[in-house]
């Protein structure tokens, strides 16, 4: 009894490091979701430590693939052996595929988060006029994956005047297109710092060609 109890926690510890290592990304696609303004880099503390829980979560889940899949003692086998050998659910492989599977879409959210945002209609060209677009490079502190990139570009997008927006976690920037006829580059800032709770520590604008 004491042993299934220790398989369980070890496969619920395995879950949680696994969440622990995407939850900085998970963070901001459900408060936009859920239109929670300045929730998105409430867990940005925990990205240092992405690479401890993603460690923890493999050696964990290899352990218990290794626990189930290791060839049994030989020994005389009889019709007790077969009873015992039947395990509920929580202790079977079924449940720890489960479980793996899981893990995986946990570690690998940041790459595919942008599926959970909705294409932005296409702007009217007409509204936008080349020579009058702006670009402004916005300094942000706060974004630490591929998740938060989306959610970056995404609020900007979804402003009324922003032509083309794209964000980069390794740069800390978003480079943006827009008329200044309709936003401002405070304007964006203020859009990213209060939706998605990211700090813009600077503001660098030219006037396009």
């Avoid at 936009?32 to 829980?53: E, H, K, Y």
């Avoid at 050998?85 to 893990?103: E, N, R, Y």
């Avoid at 309709?182 to 209060?194: D, H, Q, V």
């Amino acid at each position: 009894m004491k042993k299934k109890e220790n398989n369980t926690k070890l496969l619920a510890s395995g879950v949680v490091a696994a969440l622990g290592a995407s939850l900085c990304c998970i963070t901001p696609v459900l408060a936009l979701m859920a239109g929670i303004g300045g929730a998105a880099s409430a867990f940005s503390w925990l990205d240092p430590f992405r690479p401890f829980f993603t460690g923890i979560t493999v050696l964990v889940l290899g352990f218990a693939w290794y626990q189930k899949l290791k060839p049994k003692k030989n020994g005389t086998v009889c019709a007790c052996d077969e009873e015992k050998d039947k395990k509920p659910f929580l202790q079977s492989k079924g449940f720890l595929g489960i479980v793996t599977v899981l893990a995986i879409l946990l570690l690998s959210f940041p790459y595919y988060s942008g599926a959970f945002f909705s294409e932005q209609p296409a702007k009217e060209a007409r509204v936008f006029e080349l020579p009058d677009l702006q670009q402004a490079k916005l300094v942000i502190k706060g974004m630490t994956c591929a998740g938060c990139e989306s959610s970056v570009n995404h609020v900007l997008k979804s402003k009324e005047g922003v032509m083309e927006a794209n964000a980069s976690y390794d740069a800390g920037t978003a480079e943006v297109s827009y008329n200044p006829a309709l936003i401002t580059p405070e304007m964006l800032k203020a859009a990213i710092e209060k939706e998605l709770g990211y700090q813009v520590t600077d503001l660098l604008v030219r006037r396009g060609s």
